[in-house]
């Protein structure tokens, strides 16, 4: 992309567009100079402006307004129908994400784009962080390595509050009033001031907590402004959080935060970006669903209010490492930081643990899909599956077995292209390959079953194979 104008098509919500500006940062970065639009949601951006990187901000119903006649690049981050219609329409060099083509289709650009399609309700080794799926296609990988963030902010717990977040997007991702109200006392016994905060629709949530907890605490939800509720936040020691957009933009503006990760979420994809951060997630072979097929999140019992108080005292007085030392029953304390890609990764805090087969084939798939891509040379995947094999023989040589039957299917629809697939072509697969599985799903879709998809399909097969045999 060199020179002309470049388009970021961004109309979900507050957190998706918070997880943008790192995208928004290193576009402007790469290309100084080139004008760089974003089209979103008035209501989420606006209030937003003074901590956005530099851009041009249009709503998405005033879209006929832009002025430029061709885009050098157009990176579709959305899943609405108007944006991939946008995306369509605007004549660009380059356009990653949804795009409707003519005769009401749409397809997918980018196969960074097409992986993150794919792991919606396949995410269970998904280690790519939202932030950076939807910069991979633009961004080098070495791009978003050499970026620095600040660290959050430290300030003195005596004289600072704490803040709790009470609102989520799904009731599942969030504790319960009495959870919330215990955890606000146990935070006032240690000599905190806590504070509780939520927007409009958290207002009577708020009210309820408050009453519960009988400690007449400053009750913020549906008070302020996202401009307010920044200014705020920069006053804390700490802000304990559900995953939720306020999560995000706490993060962005510096404010330390601690991520209570419960319900569907995987604090891989969307917890809190910037290093520094802490996530408390629960023990549970389940954790990181999609969708929680249970009839109550269990994830939720896993968390109680004295053990989150603890950390968070240890957190907002003497940081992590003494964090680290207070014992989490059923839980795992994290820090947000950078693996050795450079990328999005959680660093264990506390107790030594050793890495169970899931976080071990995950550990493969986050390096298997560049050298399938062709960002790597495939010397990392190798290294991960040989460690996954040294620490689970067992496992590896069960995920070596199926691998001729996924490639025979692969063969078969070759064969006859034409023939199209259910879902059960990667729901029926082991659970170890559906990574795989669900994005070569996708691609053939993506490519209409066609011949050059499959082959293409193969060809990725292939390198599946290589990564996984050369020990």
């Not at 004549?91 to 949804?98: D, I, K, N, T």
Request: hydrophobic share 45%; glycine share 8%.
């Amino acid at each position: 992309m060199a020179g002309g104008h470049i388009l970021v098509l961004q109309m979900q919500r507050l957190g998706d567009m918070v997880m943008s500006y790192p995208l928004l940062l290193w576009l402007s970065r790469m290309f100084p100079g080139q004008p760089l639009w974003v089209v979103g949601e008035p209501a989420f951006y606006r209030e937003l402006l003074p901590v956005s990187p530099k851009a041009y901000y249009v709503p998405w119903t005033q879209a006929a307004s832009l002025p430029v006649e061709r885009y050098e690049c157009i990176i579709n981050l959305s899943h609405r129908p108007e944006a991939a219609e946008l995306a369509g329409r605007l004549p660009s060099r380059e356009v990653f994400g949804a795009v409707a083509e003519p005769g009401g289709i749409t397809r997918i650009r980018g196969s960074w784009q097409l992986y993150r399609a794919s792991i919606v309700h396949n995410n269970r080794h998904n280690r790519f962080h939202f932030a950076e799926l939807g910069a991979l296609d633009a961004v080098p990988f070495e791009h978003i390595a050499q970026t620095r963030f600040d660290p959050p902010r430290r300030l003195t717990a005596a004289e600072n509050p704490i803040g709790i977040f009470l609102g989520a997007s799904q009731e599942e991702k969030r504790p319960k009033p009495e959870f919330w109200a215990e955890l606000a006392t146990e935070l006032a016994k240690r000599g905190h001031k806590p504070i509780l905060f939520g927007g409009p629709a958290e207002a009577d949530f708020g009210a309820r907590v408050n009453a519960l907890s009988r400690l007449g605490m400053t009750d913020l939800c549906g008070k302020t402004t996202l401009a307010q509720l920044i200014a705020v936040m920069g006053g804390l020691s700490l802000l304990i959080t559900p995953d939720t957009g306020p999560m995000h933009l706490a993060a962005w503006t510096g404010a330390p935060t601690l991520n209570l990760s419960m319900g569907p979420v995987n604090p891989w994809e969307t917890g809190p970006y910037q290093p520094g951060h802490h996530v408390l997630r629960p023990l549970l072979s389940c954790r990181g669903c999609w969708q929680c097929r249970r009839r109550a999140p269990a994830c939720r019992d896993a968390f109680e209010p004295k053990t989150v108080a603890l950390l968070a005292r240890e957190l907002a007085r003497r940081g992590e490492l003494a964090a680290a030392k207070v014992r989490t029953p059923g839980l795992a304390l994290y820090q947000t930081g950078r693996g050795e890609n450079g990328l999005y990764a959680l660093h264990a805090l506390g107790p030594a643990r050793g890495v169970n087969a899931s976080e071990a084939l995950s550990a493969f798939w986050s390096a298997a899909f560049p050298y399938f891509f062709g960002q790597s040379d495939g010397r990392a995947a190798r290294d991960a599956f040989d460690a996954f094999m040294a620490a689970h023989p067992n496992a590896a040589a069960k995920f070596r077995q199926t691998l001729p039957v996924l490639g025979a299917r692969l063969k078969q629809g070759l064969a006859s292209p034409a023939g199209g697939l259910t879902d059960a072509f990667w729901t029926h697969c082991p659970p170890m390959l559906r990574p795989f599985a669900g994005f070569a799903h996708m691609l053939l879709q993506n490519g209409d079953y066609q011949k050059l998809a499959w082959m293409e399909c193969l060809h990725l097969f292939e390198r599946l194979i290589a990564a996984c045999t050369a020990t």
